[in-house]
């Protein structure tokens, strides 16, 4: 049984860079036909994808992201990560990491703050 | 910017069927954009219901099916259950980006 999990901080400054980790446990992240996804959920909003890898780094992102994100696969450490720069407090949210489709996991989500 | 709409909230009474839609801004959805469905309950993470517009996951109800309908995606729920109640999202494909549609809020009364 798969399961994902989401680290990394949970309060980021203005301008900086979120950086999240997604730690891949009971199987391989190069393994299968998964796409490796991270959405996001402001507080009482709904769901935004953000972008997803294949375990052959294709990429895909949200357009309205696109010149912020970075999705990346770490095969030794099982891990595969999102990077968001120049946050505003519009970023805060609960970011998950998931694979959608099929094979469906999803993290617990880990929730991220934008603030000063 | 392609937007994905869904009813904001529909209610059905216990052992009823209610069929929720999920609508996109460039026309008729088809099997193409690869139509999910997602029921998320307070303080939980999302779980996939359907995928590929109408396949089931092992642990997705009977009660639970989805189709194409008039050309949205729609989720129905027949035979509606108390635990039923939570918010669904339907998330669709456009050329590799997926966007999700806003949600649709189930009460059952």
């Known amino acids: 049984q798969v399961q994902l999990q989401e680290s990394g901080p949970g309060l980021v400054k203005p301008s900086q860079t979120l950086s999240l980790t997604c730690t891949v446990s009971?199987?391989?992240?190069?393994?299968?036909?998964?796409?490796w996804s991270w959405i996001r959920q402001p507080a009482g909003k709904g769901l935004e994808w953000i972008g997803r890898i294949y375990a052959s780094g294709n990429t895909n992102y949200n357009p309205s992201l696109k010149s912020r994100v970075t999705i990346s696969v770490d095969a030794s450490k099982n891990q595969f990560s999102l990077k968001l720069t120049s946050v505003t407090a519009a970023d805060t949210a609960v970011y998950y990491c998931?694979?959608?489709?099929?094979?469906?996991?999803w993290g617990q989500g880990t929730v991220v703050t934008v603030s000063s | 910017q392609t937007v994905v709409t869904q009813e904001p909230s529909l209610t059905v009474s216990p052992g009823g069927t209610v069929t929720l839609t999920c609508a996109s801004s460039?026309?008729?959805?088809?099997?193409?954009?690869?139509p999910n469905w997602f029921q998320q309950k307070p303080g939980q993470a999302p779980r996939s219901l359907i995928y590929?517009?109408?396949n089931k996951h092992s642990w997705t109800p009977v009660r639970f099916s989805g189709s194409l309908l008039g050309g949205k995606a729609a989720l129905t729920l027949s035979g509606v259950q108390p635990e039923d109640e939570a918010e669904y999202y339907c998330?669709?494909?456009?050329?590799?980006?997926?966007?999700f549609g806003g949600g649709t809020k189930v009460t059952v009364l």
């Open positions: 590929g517009t109408s």
């Open positions: 998931a694979t959608i489709g099929g094979d469906s996991y």
């Open positions: 460039t026309g008729a959805v088809t099997s193409g954009h690869y």
């Open positions: 009971g199987g391989s992240i190069t393994s299968g036909n998964y796409y």
């Open positions: 998330l669709l494909y456009y050329g590799g980006a997926g966007v």
